[in-house]
């Protein structure tokens, strides 16, 4: 798609997995788990350009798996920061002028065809795309006063997110705050009207070992 460029981002260490290399380099099958995303991003999308966030202490790392792969995948690789924020700003830095911008965790490789295709198409005719799922059990909040919460007003946020490029590049220009975790809190802080589009609800982030193990078989 020429008018789409993609972000994976994999800048992270991921120390609550505590294993002894980043959740994103951990192999299922004999391969890394960025590897999947990154190859299901471009067999499904061929977007214009693809742009891999990886730790500064693992980019020969990187490197070397795509080597020894034998990867032929067009990417530009740039460093991550010390939040998630900073590795966003980081491969934004790196993308050339063009329409639709997709922002994704490197560390949830279930993406689909038909997933992605909604997502973009949405993004096109909205100038964003967010994809969500419900909330089906309780949710208590848990402070000084316990609170049962109505779920239904609730969602929980997924990536990869699409936006109009002038949008997201100008809503990385706010300045970070410890409570951003999530590209779209920015464009809404922005005052644009967010479009939510149903996610998948096995499109799961890798955190923890019971996250990893739901992956492996799925995968």
């Known amino acids: 798609m020429n008018n789409l460029s993609f972000i994976i981002v994999a800048g992270g260490l991921g120390r609550r997995m505590k294993h002894k290399i980043p959740k994103q380099f951990i192999e299922i099958n004999n391969k890394p788990i960025l590897l999947y995303t990154l190859e299901k991003v471009f067999s499904y999308l061929k977007p214009k350009q693809i742009v891999v966030v990886i730790p500064e202490n693992y980019l020969e790392y990187w ?75 309780t949710l208590v909040k848990v402070n000084k006063n316990t609170s049962y919460e109505n779920r239904n007003e609730f969602i929980c946020i997924q990536t990869p997110q699409f936006f109009r490029y002038d949008i997201i590049k100008k809503a990385y220009e706010l300045p970070y705050e410890q409570n951003i975790t999530d590209d779209s809190y920015l464009v809404y802080k922005l005052g644009y009207k967010l479009h939510f589009v149903k996610g998948l609800k096995y499109n799961l982030k890798i955190t923890t070992q019971e996250d990893l193990r739901i992956i492996k078989s799925l995968l």
């Open 63 to 137: 490197s070397n798996i795509i080597k020894k792969n034998n990867i032929k995948i067009k990417h530009d690789i740039v460093k991550g920061g010390k939040e998630r924020y900073y590795s966003v700003k980081n491969g934004l830095k790196k993308i050339r002028k063009t329409e639709i911008v997709a922002i994704h965790d490197g560390v949830r490789p279930l993406l689909t065809k038909s997933f992605l295709k909604k997502l973009y198409l949405a993004a096109i005719k909205n100038g964003n795309a967010i994809p969500y799922c419900e909330i089906y059990d």
